[in-house]
C-alpha cells in the first residue's frame, strides 16, 4: 500500500461510514458497525476485481517510431515539447483506432481511454509509468513537466505499483499491476474512489449514488455539459457546468466529498479546451471533436448514447506543450469563476468545509499569490492530503521518495513546503 491513513477519528468513520472499507483504512476499531458500511471497489462489485477484464496475453504500447516519430518520447524521458502534427499520421496503421474489446480495461479517463484505443498505451489498459509520461507527450502534446505529475499522481494515489510502475486505467487488475499481491495489497486503478477520481465529474455518476460506477460514460451528463456549455466547451462554459456538477452532488449525495484532490477535476475539464481542440477545427473546443473523445454519439432522440473514445479524424494536436504551469492557472481561473466549497457532505445534512495549503475555509482565495498557485498541484504528490473528512492519506516513505524522484528536476525551485522523509 502506498498510503496509510491517519488521523482518523471515530466520529469522522461514524459520519463517513464509507471510509471504513477503503484501502488503508484500519478498520478493526469500528468493526461493530461495519455490516452496515458500504465498501470501496471490492469483489463482484463495480470496479473491482471479480468483474474486471483479464488479459492473458498482455502487449504493450506500440512506440512510437523513426518513421512515424510523433514527439519522439520515449522510455519516459522529454521528447521534443512541439506539437500541431496529425496524430495518428496517416499510414502508422499501428496507432489506428482498434475498439476495445470484452479484455480490455477503460476506466474514468477519456484522455487514456482514447490512447489506450490507439495503441498510444497497452490496449488491454494495464499501462506503465513510461508509457503513461510517452503518451501524453506523443498524442496531446502535454508538457513533460506536467504528463510526468499526472503518471505520478496516478501511481501513488491510485496505488498503481511502485515497483512495476504498472497502473490499470480502470478497474482492480491487482494481480496484473502488483509485484506481488501479498505484500502490496489491493491496487484497485484509476476507478478508485476518493484519490484521483472524485464526485462531480463532468461526465461520470458518483460513486455512492451509483453503486461504485463512478467510471462510465453516463450520456445524460455529457448531454447536460453539452447544454450549458452551448457545444462550446471552452473555461467559462466549463467553469459553469462544474458548479453545477457540485451543486448537484451536493443534493443528490450524501456521502459528497470534494477535497483538495478535486482541483485535479478543473485541471482534467481545462483539458476539453487545452488538450483536445485540433487544428485542423481552428483548435476550438467544439462538439464534434469533444465528442469523438468522449465516444459520445447523438441517437436519433437527442438523447448520447456511447461508441468508445477515439482520436477525431485528420486531428492536429496543440502546439505549444501543456505545462504545469499552465494547468495550474487555468485550474485557478476555472475556480474562481464560479466558487464552491471545498468540503464534504456529513451524515448531520452540513457541510463542513476544510483547510489545506491555499484552500482555507472551503476557498481558494482570489488574492491567491502566484507562488501559492504553483505550489497547489505539488503538495496533492507530497503533502498529507485530506482523502475525505476527518481523513488524511500520507505517502508513505516509498511514495514520498517515488515522487520526488520523477518530479524533483522540474519542481525544485518552486518554494514549496518539502516534505522530510
Ligand atoms: C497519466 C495521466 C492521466 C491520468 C492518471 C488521468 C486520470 C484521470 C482520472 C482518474 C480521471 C477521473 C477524474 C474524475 O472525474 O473523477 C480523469 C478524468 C479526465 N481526464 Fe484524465 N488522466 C490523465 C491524463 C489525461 C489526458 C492527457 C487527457 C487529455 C485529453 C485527460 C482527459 C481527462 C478528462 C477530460 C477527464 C474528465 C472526464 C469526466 O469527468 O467525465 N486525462 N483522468
Ligand atoms: C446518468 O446521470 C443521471 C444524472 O445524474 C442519473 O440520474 C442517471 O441515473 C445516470 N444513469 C446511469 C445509467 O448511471
Ligand atoms: C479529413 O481530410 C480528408 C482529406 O483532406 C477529407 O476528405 C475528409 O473529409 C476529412 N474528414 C474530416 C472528418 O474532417
Known amino acids: 500500500m502506498k498510503y496509510a491513513a491517519v488521523s482518523l477519528l ?6 463517513f461510514p464509507w471510509v471504513v472499507d477503503s484501502p488503508g483504512v484500519d478498520s478493526s476499531l469500528f468493526k461493530q458497525r461495519r455490516a452496515l458500511w458500504r465498501r470501496q471497489q471490492t ?26 516519430p510523433y514527439n519522439n518520447a520515449k522510455n519516459g524521458v522529454m521528447g521534443n515539447q512541439k506539437g500541431g502534427f496529425q496524430v495518428p499520421t496517416t499510414g502508422d496503421t499501428a496507432h489506428y483506432y482498434v475498439a476495445p474489446g470484452p479484455n480490455d480495461i477503460r476506466g474514468p479517463c ?9 495503441n498510444f498505451l497497452s490496449h488491454d489498459g494495464v499501462v506503465t509509468y513510461n508509457e503513461l509520461v510517452d503518451a501524453q507527450q506523443n498524442v496531446y502534446n502535454v508538457g ?18 511502485l515497483v512495476t510502475e504498472k497502473l490499470s486505467i480502470g478497474c482492480d487488475a491487482t494481480t496484473r499491476t502488483s509485484v506481488n499481491p501479498a505484500l502490496t495489497g489491493s491496487e484497485p486503478g484509476l476507478d ?10 463532468l461526465t461520470r455518476n458518483d460513486f455512492f449514488t451509483h453503486n461504485g460506477d463512478d467510471f462510465s460514460f453516463n450520456g445524460t451528463l455529457f448531454g447536460m455539459m453539452d447544454t450549458t456549455c452551448k457545444s462550446n466547451f471552452n473555461r467559462e462554459a466549463l467553469s459553469l457546468y462544474r458548479s453545477q456538477r457540485w451543486h448537484q452532488s451536493q443534493a443528490e449525495n450524501s456521502n459528497f466529498y470534494f477535497g483538495p484532490l478535486s482541483l485535479l ?14 487544428g485542423t477545427h481552428g483548435y476550438a473546443p467544439d462538439l464534434a471533436t469533444i465528442s469523438s473523445f468522449f465516444g459520445a454519439q447523438k441517437n436519433s432522440d437527442g438523447t448520447w448514447g456511447f461508441v468508445h473514445e477515439k482520436i477525431p479524424a485528420n486531428w492536429t ?45 472551503g476557498k481558494i482565495s482570489p488574492s491567491i499569490t502566484p507562488a501559492q498557485t504553483s505550489c497547489l498541484l505539488y503538495q496533492l504528490t507530497t503533502g498529507q492530503v485530506p482523502s475525505y473528512l476527518n481523513g488524511v492519506i500520507t505517502p508513505t516513505v516509498n511514495a514520498l521518495a517515488f515522487a520526488l524522484k520523477k518530479l524533483g528536476p522540474s519542481f525544485a525551485n518552486l518554494g514549496c513546503p518539502i516534505p522530510l522523509t
Open 144 to 161: 513533460y513537466d506536467l504528463a510526468n505529475l499526472l503518471a505520478v499522481l496516478g501511481l501513488t494515489l491510485t496505488d498503481g505499483d
Open 43 to 68: 469483489g463482484e462489485g463495480a470496479g473491482g476485481p471479480a468483474t474486471c477484464p483479464f488479459n492473458a496475453n498482455h502487449v504493450p504500447a506500440s512506440p512510437v517510431t523513426a518513421q512515424y
Open 265 to 278: 477535476l478543473y485541471g482534467a475539464a481545462s483539458f476539453l479546451y487545452e488538450l483536445m481542440p485540433s
Open 192 to 201: 478508485g474512489h476518493n484519490k484521483f477520481e472524485a464526485d462531480s465529474s
Open 317 to 361: 494536436n496543440r502546439v505549444a506543450p501543456y505545462t504545469n504551469n499552465d494547468v495550474t492557472l487555468e485550474i485557478v481561473h476555472m475556480y474562481l469563476e464560479n466558487p464552491v466549497l471545498f468540503g464534504g457532505n456529513t451524515a448531520a445534512g452540513s457541510f463542513d468545509a476544510l483547510n489545506f495549503g491555499a484552500i482555507q475555509n
Open 10 to 15: 471515530v466520529s469522522g468513520a461514524a459520519a
Open 110 to 118: 477519456p484522455g487514456l481511454n482514447a490512447a489506450a484505443n490507439h
